[in-house]
């Protein structure tokens, strides 16, 4: 039986649960439209460009945050706890619990706050669940192109990285049901490391899909971590379904991971929750986290998540969705114009988009080097989401419109640069 998708809301707008003021729209509308100097504040995007792209002569659009504030409603509420100048422990309060099921319930699927364990991000979760659900040797599969830190999870815990890639069908990219479960008999696999929806394509996977993936691990009794990280930012018509939402049977197979932390750009304060309905699955999960004396969110973490969580974040998020709807838009229309050769993975959800330059380069090294050198532009290269990554390109267009005309214009010199030279 389906479980109960998007139940009623327990708590009403009041006030300590407020709309989004005319000043805030206008304060989100203005860090929409103008860029924001991050130099100088120790972003990793800026602070590695040396490092990563052998010069800081490059606009990074690659780390998944966001170069636009953080709403103004949560930076109010970190201003006002900083007031009380003492930071010291804290209870995780009933209120953090409610916000948590009040969004999952409103956005995606019904939650119960005593199956929620709070992480120290979300990869913290899903490096712990390598640790929980399968033994030194065992296999943990993985579907490439794959957010990277799912390809070291397994290795770094002593597991082996069964990867089964992903599948291109009329430009979208599909699962290989039949290679997964052979993969999963043949090598031991005791957990899959899912994406949904997916980085770095922004697929949103289908109801079907879904169950039949389930369904496999059903049978052969492996464990699903659902990393359901870029969910809220799915796109009409597109709809976001929690793996756990689809049956009893399925839920009692999975964990599911979530945050606040891309959809209100919080990732510096290390803030993630795991969602386990097995009462057996939880336990050995929560023998990790006492093992690895994890427990709690910090100060922050805990604040912003109930600031997040609230009806002005409610209001934010159409808002954002679309912010970053018009930036696709604009990028893939500027592309398809000057760069037709460049093929573009329209993402159903999130900000991040997977571009193909293969009818362009066939040398990965030549293809960073242009993108470096000529356009002057830091992105992901598609080679760290697996092999099949080759040819492919990441880009981060959750920025300003400001910022994102800087990048068309910095490709478009070197489009005339191009036109000039032949
Ligand atoms: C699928 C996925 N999971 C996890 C993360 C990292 O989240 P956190 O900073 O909470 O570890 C990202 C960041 O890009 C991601 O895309």
């Known amino acids: 039986m389906e479980k109960t998708l998007k139940a009623e809301l327990n708590s009403p707008v009041t006030a300590d649960n407020p709309h989004l003021s005319r000043e805030h729209i206008a304060a989100i509308e203005q860090g929409f439209t103008q860029a924001i100097n991050r130099e100088n504040t120790f972003a990793e995007k800026y602070d590695l460009r040396q490092r990563l792209f052998g010069t800081d002569d490059v606009l990074p659009m690659w780390v998944a945050d966001m170069d636009l504030p953080t709403p103004p409603f949560i ?157 809220d930012l799915t796109f009409a018509p597109h709809q976001h379904i929690p793996m756990a939402s689809l049956s009893e049977d399925i839920a009692q197979q999975t964990i599911t991971l979530s945050s606040p932390g891309k959809t209100f750009n919080l990732g510096g304060l290390q803030v993630g929750y795991a969602i386990i309905d097995n009462p057996q699955l939880r336990k050995q999960y929560t023998q990790i986290c006492q093992q690895n004396s994890i427990h709690d969110l910090n100060t922050f973490a805990l604040h912003a998540t109930i600031s997040a969580y609230s009806q002005q974040g409610r209001e934010y998020l159409p808002l954002l969705k679309q912010h970053l709807q018009n930036n696709i838009q604009t990028f893939s229309g ?73 990048a068309i214009q910095r490709m478009q010199k070197t489009l005339l640069q191009c036109n000039s030279v032949s």
């Open 334 to 406: 500027f592309l398809s114009e000057h760069y037709p050769k460049v093929n573009v993975m329209q993402p159903q959800a999130g900000y991040l988009v997977w571009l193909d330059f293969s009818e362009m380069f066939d040398n990965q090294q030549e293809l960073k080097a242009w993108l470096i050198n000529d356009c002057k532009l830091g992105l992901n290269d598609g080679l760290s989401f697996g092999e099949v990554g080759k040819g492919y390109m990441r880009i981060n267009l959750a920025v300003s419109t400001k910022t994102l005309q800087q």
């Open 75 to 231: 930076i109010e509420t970190l201003q006002q706890r900083l007031e009380h100048l003492v930071l010291g422990y804290n209870l995780m309060p009933e209120t953090l619990y409610q916000s948590i099921i009040d969004w999952q319930a409103q956005h995606h699927y019904v939650v119960q706050g005593s199956h929620i364990r709070f992480t120290h991000n979300v990869a913290n979760g899903f490096f712990m669940a390598v640790q929980a659900f399968s033994q030194a040797g065992d296999g943990v599969l993985v579907m490439p192109p794959i957010y990277p830190p799912f390809l070291n999870a397994p290795q770094a815990n002593g597991r082996q990285t069964i990867e089964v890639p992903l599948v291109l069908n009329n430009e979208r990219y599909e699962m290989d049901f039949a290679a997964i479960e052979t993969a999963i008999k043949k090598f031991h696999v005791k957990l899959l490391l899912f994406c949904n929806p997916q980085n770095p394509s922004g697929r949103v996977w289908s109801k079907e899909e879904l169950q039949q993936l389930a369904e496999i691990c059903l049978r052969h009794n492996v464990v699903i971590l659902s990393d359901e990280i870029h969910s």
